[in-house]
Nanobody, 115 residues
């Protein structure tokens, strides 16, 4: 079973930046679509960004121009660079891996944007 482990969350001031990482236990990211999601308190989980097998990325409108997703196949890791953070970005961030028959999820990493 592939494990996904997110890291990089924390407390950041408005306007600040964070880089989230999601490491897989195997060399699998390049074979499947991966995605970043977030879930704010009292809200449903929402898609933030995705990385296709060919490396193309897509972003939710609310993060376009601020967030950037990338993949490092050699390190079995995907990243989410988050710039220009604001209070509305406060959430638990999850990475996911879309397999043929199921979606794997990491445990999440909490991002809090506050002064």
């Amino acid at each position: 079973q592939v494990l996904l482990v997110e890291s990089g969350g924390g407390l950041v001031q408005p306007g600040g930046s964070l880089r989230l990482s999601c490491a897989a236990s195997g060399n699998i990211f390049k074979f499947h679509t991966t995605a970043w999601w977030r879930q704010a308190p009292g809200k449903q989980r929402e898609l933030v960004a995705s990385i296709a097998v060919d490396g193309r990325t897509n972003y939710a409108e609310f993060v376009k121009g601020r967030f950037s997703a990338s993949r490092d196949n050699a390190r079995n890791t995907v990243y989410l660079q988050m710039n220009g953070l604001n209070a509305e970005d406060t959430a638990v961030y999850y990475c996911s891996l879309q397999l043929i028959s199921e979606t794997l999820w990491g445990q999440g990493t909490r991002v809090t944007v506050s002064s």
